[in-house]
């Protein structure tokens, strides 16, 4: 029953997600990897902090006040606020730029909503995120003063809750577009805003209970040290009948929502849904999925740069001969065996390409430790049940599951992804389930569709022999490793050249005149390197290296070899006598001659080379009668 419970919950990504779904934040640091400065010799390193997200509808309340203003402790309230309004815009932009966002002020003196609520101003309505609107808050952000603020938006403490909450109703339902999850984040620092009003305050709990009831989670960011969420808000944010009722540090969840981190959003699906058969007459329903894939920039788009319109792409095929558009049934494939052109019919290459249907078939069970890591070929993907392939697949999955954990085993299977792809061997890792302090579900069950080698594939190198290191210099080697083993996540380190692109497209895009700047993590940390191994890797040096050697300075120029180098090959090479390209093109090996020695040969009898290497030997074919 768990693992069936279970299932769901992995196959829509929901793993504490929460906040950081908001700015996609990892938080990981140099510092966090290699543990408190302070406690350097201290093995319990700090761990990193994972990321996800999902697609959302979300609407900024954020309250104006005259107590949002004050800036005698540093910056005022307000400005945080739209410090974090700026930061989600520009996230969801990268992430996903079809969610839908909104900005709310309350408390103001103006009005402006579809219900003619007083002190409820819509800043901005749901919508896509776009430069207009981050610039609209750069623009709130650069008033040192707040008089023009006050004079355009105006502040006043008689307002209702509950109006503002009928507000966000009705800009959700208006917005025209279901979306996975509603949340309404309300930016305050007064705990009690309706003290000496207590109809106010039950028309507002009931209307935070409505929104509730239609999916809506309310999340209050409250500012200010002293504020007590008991007073008021704590009927306001947990309307049911939750039995924790408490919440997060604020500091921490503002600094989650000012961290930038451009990432692209992936949809969570499946890439296929498969049988695995185990023998004749049993089989299981599974869902491949797909655990690291390349981030690529996004792709440009074509423009006339005359109107700026978006250009369409039309490819045709011309005959060179006759100039006539050709269709795709008027074209053949070929290739060369044997010095013949072989030729082929779409069908029959749709045929050869056809081994047996989609799906993974069982061929047996080895020991884990069978399954080396050179034998990896590429990233792995995972399989869970699923009950729309096969009913019951989830029961027997689980039964396979356990099996092959208990025994340490992992199934060799055949795996066909799709029609018409070429079958390759896979090993089925299994994987425990790993639930964390919170009961939260940090690794799924299942397993890890290991991808194997062909023959072909697998390749046979010669090792020079070299000087064996003495027990006194591995010693010293351990102790370096030891000293610069640090908590290593991949999913914590951004790719510098994405950053830097998606940094570079923002300026131009806002109009700045700076670029930001872009903290590279794959650069090491050498300052804290040397204070944990200095005296270690010093220590290794006098080991290794020769009296008076310095490695700085020591193999800065590699000098040509004398007996199989690159330099003297290249020198053979020039010597040589020239190709026989006709003795050549009579054993059908024309293939092995370069472009530049056919080249070379046309020019010599009066033919002109032009094209790819294939025209070249065409032309040498009909020169020689072949």
């Known amino acids: 029953l768990i693992f069936c419970a279970r299932a769901e919950v992995w196959a829509l990504g929901a793993v504490a997600w929460h906040m950081a779904s908001l700015a996609g934040a990892s938080g990981w640091t140099w510092g966090g990897a290699w543990g408190d400065e302070q406690e350097e010799d201290n093995e319990d390193e700090g761990g990193a902090v994972s990321r996800t997200s999902s697609k959302d509808c979300l609407i900024l309340l954020i309250d104006c006040t005259r107590g949002m203003f004050d800036s005698s402790s540093g910056d005022a309230p307000f400005q945080l606020c739209m410090k974090c309004a700026k930061s989600v815009l520009l996230n969801k932009i990268i992430s996903n730029e079809r969610d839908l966002m909104g900005i709310v002020f309350f408390g103001t003196d103006k009005s402006k909503n579809p219900s003619d609520f007083k002190h409820v101003y819509i800043l901005q309505d749901l919508d896509t995120p776009d430069a207009r609107r981050i610039k609209e808050i750069e623009e709130l952000l650069e008033v040192d003063d707040y008089a023009e603020f006050s004079t355009k938006y105006g502040h006043c403490e008689d307002y209702s809750l509950s109006d503002v909450l009928w507000t966000c109703s009705t800009m959700l339902a208006t917005s025209g577009s279901t979306y996975s999850h509603k949340r309404v984040l309300l930016f305050t620092n007064n705990d009690d805003p309706h003290a000496s009003r207590s109809d106010l305050q039950r028309q507002a709990k009931t209307k935070a209970k409505d929104l509730a009831e239609n999916?809506?989670?309310?999340?209050?960011?409250?500012?200010?040290?002293?504020f007590n969420v008991a007073t008021f808000y704590q009927d306001i944010v947990f309307t049911g009948d939750e039995e924790d009722t408490t919440?997060?540090?604020?500091?921490?969840?503002?600094?989650?929502?000012?961290?930038?981190?451009?990432?692209?959003?992936?949809?969570?699906?499946?890439?296929?849904?498969?049988?695995?058969?185990?023998?004749?007459?049993?089989?299981?329903g599974v869902g491949v999925y797909c655990l690291v894939r390349e981030a690529k920039k996004p792709s440009f788009v074509r423009l006339d740069k005359r109107t700026n319109e978006e250009l369409k792409t039309q490819t045709k095929t011309i005959c060179e001969d006759t100039g006539t558009e050709l269709m795709p049934t008027d074209i053949k494939n070929y290739q060369e065996f044997g010095g013949e052109?072989?030729?082929?019919?779409?069908?029959?290459?749709?045929?050869?390409?056809?081994?047996?249907?989609?799906?993974?078939?069982?061929?047996?069970?080895?020991?884990?430790?069978?399954?080396?890591k050179h034998y990896y070929v590429k990233p792995a993907n995972f399989i869970y049940p699923d009950e729309?392939?096969?009913?019951?697949?989830?029961?027997?999955?689980?039964?396979?599951l356990d099996?092959?954990?208990?025994?340490?085993?992992?199934?060799?299977?055949?795996?066909?992804?799709r029609t018409n792809a070429p079958p390759c061997f896979v090993a089925l890792v299994p994987q425990k389930e790993e639930l964390d302090d919170n009961n939260i579900q940090v690794s799924p069950p299942g397993f890890h569709v290991n991808f194997l080698p062909f023959a072909e594939e697998i390749r046979k190198l010669n090792y020079e022999e070299t000087p064996k290191a003495s027990n006194e210099q591995i010693d010293k080697a351990k102790e370096i490793i030891k000293k610069l083993t640090f908590n290593f996540q991949s999913d914590a380190f951004e790719n510098p050249a994405l950053q830097k692109h998606y940094r570079h497209l923002e300026a131009i895009a806002l109009e700045h005149e700076e670029v930001e700047e872009v903290e590279d993590l794959t650069l090491p940390n050498t300052e804290r390197i040397a204070r944990r191994a200095g005296s270690l890797l010093q220590g290794f040096k006098d080991l290794v290296y020769p009296d008076g050697y310095d490695p700085e300075r020591a193999g800065t120029k590699r000098k040509a070899a004398t007996g199989g180098g690159g330099a003297?090959?290249?020198?053979?090479?020039?010597?040589?006598?020239?190709?026989?390209?006709?003795?050549?093109?009579?054993?059908?090996?024309?293939?092995?001659?370069?472009?530049?020695e056919l080249k070379e040969y046309l020019k010599s009898v009066g033919k002109k080379p032009a094209g790819k290497k294939q025209d070249l030997i065409d032309a040498v074919k009909d020169h020689l009668g072949i």
């Open 403 to 417: 099996r092959c954990l208990s025994r340490d085993v992992i199934a060799i299977c055949r795996y066909i992804p």
């Open 568 to 596: 003297a090959k290249r020198t053979k090479s020039s010597s040589d006598d020239t190709v026989d390209v006709e003795a050549e093109a009579r054993k059908g090996n024309l293939q092995k001659v370069k472009v530049a």
């Open 388 to 400: 729309t392939v096969v009913t019951g697949s989830t029961r027997l999955f689980s039964a396979l």
């Open 247 to 284: 919440l997060p540090d604020p500091a921490e969840r503002f600094e989650e929502l000012l961290t930038r981190v451009r990432s692209k959003e992936v949809k969570k699906r499946s890439m296929q849904k498969i049988p695995l058969s185990l023998g004749p007459g049993l089989e299981i």
């Open 215 to 226: 999916g809506v989670d309310i999340e209050l960011m409250h500012l200010g040290s002293s």
């Open 341 to 372: 052109k072989v030729i082929f019919e779409r069908e029959e290459v749709a045929e050869m390409k056809k081994f047996a249907e989609p799906g993974l078939t069982l061929m047996g069970f080895k020991p884990r430790s069978r399954l080396k």
